[in-house]
């Protein structure tokens, strides 16, 4: 659901240092799992992993506070400050987490390939069609816990060649097929075969 797509060069590029940034953009705290990546992020930073967890599009039904967290309750792609506001989150994004207890597919997966950000989420529902894993992100199972996905995490972010290898693959999977003009010709293609 991006207007334009982000130009490649732009998103594979420099990556400002610092600690491991992780985006999670959803708009149902308790569905999406907001809960989980709060506990990965503690997580991380119990183990000694400097991390910070950007939480976009929802708000918790109760409060709460967590060192390294910014909650962010919505942006609006349609007015250009915030539409721009979203694409620095990408940029800025390490991984992109959503540990998701049901989804039918989730757009946001291919937005974060535009990006060149990975996928971390479990293997549930249509997940898996829109994540590979070991091509534009991680799968783990529905059950994982938040020290699941921290060991991934953690173990990905220290190895930066693996990293940029899952952020080119990413990128490269959103251009063949995770955009919709791909969409478009695998469904005219279908119905001509009909």
Same mark, same amino acid.
């Given at each position: 659901?991006?207007?334009?797509? %982000?130009?490649?060069?732009?998103?594979?590029?420099?990556?400002? %240092?610092?600690?491991? =940034?992780?985006? @999670?953009?959803? &708009?149902?705290?308790?569905?999406?799992?907001?809960?989980?990546?709060? !506990? /990965?992020? +503690?997580?991380?930073?119990?183990?000694?992993?400097?991390?910070?967890?950007?939480?976009?599009?929802? /708000?918790?039904?109760?409060?709460?506070?967590?060192?390294?967290? *910014?909650?962010?309750?919505?942006?609006?792609?349609?007015? $250009?400050?915030?539409?721009?506001?979203?694409?620095?989150?990408?940029?800025?994004?390490?991984?992109?987490?959503?540990?998701? =207890? &049901?989804?039918?597919?989730?757009?946001?997966?291919?937005?974060? #390939?535009?990006?060149?950000?990975?996928?971390?989420?479990?293997? /549930?529902? !249509?997940?898996?069609? +829109?994540?590979?894993?070991?091509?534009?992100?991680?799968?783990?199972? %529905?059950? #994982? *816990?938040? &020290?699941?996905? +921290? *060991?991934?995490?953690?173990? /990905? @972010?220290?190895?930066?060649? =693996?990293? +940029?290898?899952?952020?080119?693959?990413?990128?490269? #999977?959103?251009? &063949?097929?995770?955009?919709?003009?791909?969409?478009? $010709? =695998?469904?005219?293609?279908?119905?001509? *075969?009909?």
């Amino acid at each position: 659901n991006l207007e334009e797509a %982000p130009d490649r060069a732009s998103v594979l590029g420099f990556r400002k %240092p610092g600690p491991c =940034r992780l985006l @999670f953009i959803g &708009a149902n705290w308790e569905e999406k799992g907001a809960d989980i990546a709060v !506990g /990965t992020l +503690a997580e991380l930073r119990d183990r000694g992993v400097e991390a910070e967890l950007v939480i976009c599009g929802c /708000t918790p039904p109760r409060p709460v506070t967590q060192d390294g967290l *910014t909650i962010i309750p919505y942006l609006d792609k349609n007015d $250009r400050e915030q539409r721009n506001r979203l694409g620095q989150l990408y940029r800025d994004a390490d991984f992109f987490l959503l540990p998701t =207890r &049901a989804d039918c597919y989730g757009i946001v997966f291919c937005e974060a #390939a535009a990006h060149g950000v990975p996928s971390i989420a479990p293997a /549930t529902g !249509g997940v898996p069609c +829109a994540i590979r894993d070991g091509e534009t992100g991680i799968l783990l199972p %529905p059950n #994982a *816990t938040k &020290a699941d996905y +921290a *060991t991934v995490i953690s173990e /990905t @972010f220290a190895n930066p060649d =693996r990293l +940029a290898r899952l952020r080119q693959s990413s990128r490269d #999977a959103y251009e &063949a097929r995770l955009n919709w003009q791909a969409w478009g $010709r =695998r469904v005219s293609d279908l119905i001509q *075969t009909l």
